[in-house]
Nanobody, 122 residues
Framework: QVQLSESGGGSVQDGGSLRLSCAVS????????MAWFREAPGMEREGIAF???????RYEDFAKDRFTISRGVAANTVDLEMNSLKPEDTATYYC????????????????WGQGTQVTVSS
């Protein structure tokens, strides 16, 4: 059974950067999608970016110029580099896994981490 654990959240100033990491334990299926989502208080969970098992990567429009998803330096990790952070990026950030190739519909994902808090102050 796959388990996910996020780390790297914290508090930064407007314009700052953070690197989130999602550690994957267990055996991933041959075909999968790993993704990052975020959820701000009172808002719906929002997709940020995904990476397929074949390396295909896509971003939501708001993330294209500031966020980068990648396989981490450490084995079995998926990272999210976030630059030029803004107060509106404040949210709990989650990584998730879907056992097929998909996009950023939360209901497609059956495995979620516990989340890591990102707070950006002005």
């Amino acid at each position: 059974q796959v388990q996910l654990s996020e780390s790297g959240g914290g508090s930064v100033q407007d314009g700052g950067s953070l690197r989130l990491s999602c550690a994957v334990s267990g055996h991933l299926p041959e075909i999968y999608t790993m993704a990052w989502f975020r959820e701000a208080p009172g808002m719906e969970r929002e997709g940020i970016a995904f990476i397929h098992s074949d390396g295909n990567i896509r971003y939501e429009d708001f993330a294209k110029d500031r966020f980068t998803i990648s396989r981490g330096v450490a084995a079995n990790t998926v990272d999210l580099e976030m630059n030029s952070l803004k107060p509106e990026d404040t949210a709990t950030y989650y990584c998730a896994m879907a056992p097929r190739w998909t996009r950023l519909r939360p209901s497609d994902y059956n495995t979620w981490g516990q989340g890591t808090q990102v707070t950006v102050s002005s």
